[in-house]
T-cell receptor, first 114, second 114 residues
């Protein structure tokens, strides 16, 4: 069975500094990997996904994520954080085989302070 | 125009009651989902339908019954509500059931069972 770990409940960063939100996964076979963001009282919004090819994936709002197969990680990054990036971030994994479900991590709260 | 809309936004009810949550998407997607988010923000899939057919049915009590009258709608009916059913329920859709598809989420229905 697949699983996703987000080891940090919360990440605090100053505005303008780079940010990293960590994610590791466990899945049999090759996975598709996703990041979603949830703002207060809102549904999740898709940020980016890794399917195949280049290990560095670029997504919405200046975010990017790096797929590392040997470390089974898919960390979310941004070179310069904004206060408006403060939200709850979810990493998710889904095996490539049809019929498997998308499994989410527990989420990481990102707080960007001015 | 809201892409995935669910009603009601808030639902407060007594134990033992029966209630429904409605979901509609205007994206022309074939696949729809119900997710449950608990008080710790943990997200878990409940059901998935593709073109009105059930394709994912997680281990949820049979008090929960999804109904898809057409591919644009996926409603969730809950019988004999229990305290533990209190959560935020999210509807989502994707273009198809392929595992690399991104999901579009509604803004959630906060269910409180008293």
């Amino acid at each position: 069975a697949q699983s996703v770990a987000q080891p940090e409940d919360q990440v605090n960063v100053a505005e303008g500094n780079p940010l990293t939100v960590k994610c590791t996964y466990s899945v049999s076979g090759n996975p598709y990997l996703f990041w979603y963001v949830q703002y207060p009282n809102r549904g999740l919004q898709f940020l980016l996904k890794y399917i195949t090819g280049d290990n560095l994936v670029k997504g919405s709002y200046g975010f990017e994520a790096e797929f590392n197969k040997s470390q089974t990680s898919f960390h979310l990054k941004k070179p310069s954080a904004l206060v408006s990036d403060s939200a709850l971030y979810f990493c998710a994994v889904r095996p490539m085989e049809y019929g498997n479900k998308l499994v989410f991590g527990a989420g990481t709260i990102l707080r960007v302070k001015s | 125009d809201t892409a995935v809309s669910q009603t009601p936004k808030y639902l407060v009810t007594q134990m033992g009651n029966d209630k429904s949550i409605k979901c509609e998407q205007n994206l022309g997607h074939d696949t729809m989902y119900w997710y449950k988010q608990d008080s710790k923000k943990f997200l878990k899939i409940m059901f998935s339908y593709n073109n009105k057919e059930l394709i994912i049915n997680e281990t949820v009590p049979n008090r929960f019954s999804p109904k898809s009258p057409d591919k644009a709608h996926l409603n969730l009916h809950i019988n004999s509500l229990e305290l533990g059913d209190s959560a935020v329920y999210f509807c989502a859709s994707s273009q198809g059931p392929q595992p690399n598809e991104k999901l579009f989420f509604g803004s959630g229905t906060q269910l409180s069972v008293l």
